[in-house]
């Protein structure tokens, strides 16, 4: 039940979210994204839970986890309804932030043109079983790649100040890359390999040690860089 | 118009939780259950889009 919090880890712990919630007109606007992080997928698990019984109760012998058949054999035409518009609704979202993100790549690229191609690539890729069954580790895997970079934006954001030191510290100093910000991440991900791999943590569960060390090293080194690295414009 | 869109939209959330209950119960086959469910589905989408579609910009 806890780690329902962590379901989807890339957006809401990795700080994903923030590229739809840069719109919002208020900051309780990121309460949705709580809602949507906990009540939702903890709900979400009931409901598999409850469709796998069914299908179980049907037929002992298929224990295959497919969301479409799963849902439309116990709700049928609207099961697959719910299927297609829970898909759609998550996708526009992650759609936008990678057109962003190639954009980011492109900046001088059409975003209309570059979400389009984008979703494109997605649905085409998302026709091959072979590979969309393969989605649940691998949204486990890049949960994993950007939750130390959200611990250092929320370390950053909200608590470094306390520490006596900077926030957005590469834009005041005027350097192009916060090593702090770069070897927190680096080791972060060599430390939860290592958990993975050596102690049999599993991958879902690696990030909650991982964020508070992540935090910690963010911190701790930043006392460093912002030492040897002196801002080139004056603290606002 | 917006009260019966209301009205007739909340009615259909009823309709789609309803049959998944009567047939827990044993007092309704999956099938009619499955009929009603998409009964209302259909008519959710029909009065619930326009009574929460907000025009922006």
Redesign the interface.
């Given at each position: 039940m806890f780690f329902a919090w962590f379901c989807n880890m890339a957006m809401h712990i990795g700080m994903s979210d923030l590229s739809v919630l840069r719109f919002a007109k208020k900051s309780w606007y990121a309460v949705a994204s709580g809602a949507g992080m906990f009540l939702g997928h903890y709900l979400a698990w009931l409901a598999a839970a409850i469709l796998y019984a069914f299908q179980l109760h049907q037929d002992p012998s298929n224990t295959k986890v497919l969301p479409g058949p799963l849902a439309y054999q116990a709700a049928g035409l609207t099961g697959l309804i719910c299927v297609i518009i829970a898909g759609w609704t998550t996708a526009n979202p992650t759609i936008y932030r990678a057109g962003l993100a190639f954009q980011a790549i492109v900046p001088k690229a059409s975003r209309f043109w570059i979400t389009l191609i984008t979703g494109g690539i997605a649905t085409v890729t998302g026709m091959f079983p072979a590979i969309t069954m393969k989605l649940l580790g691998f949204v486990a895997l890049y949960g994993l790649l950007l939750m130390p970079m959200g611990a250092v934006i929320f370390v950053d954001f909200w608590l470094i100040r306390k520490f006596g030191l900077q926030s957005s510290y590469a834009e005041r100093s005027g350097a192009t890359f916060n090593w702090a910000a770069g070897a927190a991440w680096l080791v972060t991900l060599a430390v939860a390999w290592g958990l993975v791999k050596y102690a049999g943590l599993q991958i879902f569960f690696v990030s909650l040690p991982g964020w508070f060390i992540a935090a910690t090293l963010y911190i701790g080194l930043s006392v460093v860089y912002q030492k040897k690295v002196r801002p080139a414009v004056a603290e606002v | 118009m917006r009260t019966i869109l209301i009205i007739v939209a909340v009615l259909s959330l009823v309709a789609?939780m309803l049959p998944?209950i009567l047939f827990l119960a044993g007092r309704m086959e999956l099938?009619t259950a499955?009929?009603i469910?998409?009964l209302?589905?259909v008519v959710w989408f029909a009065a619930g889009t326009p009574w929460l579609w907000k025009q922006t910009g």
């Open positions: - | 789609l998944s099938d499955k009929w469910m998409l209302a589905t």
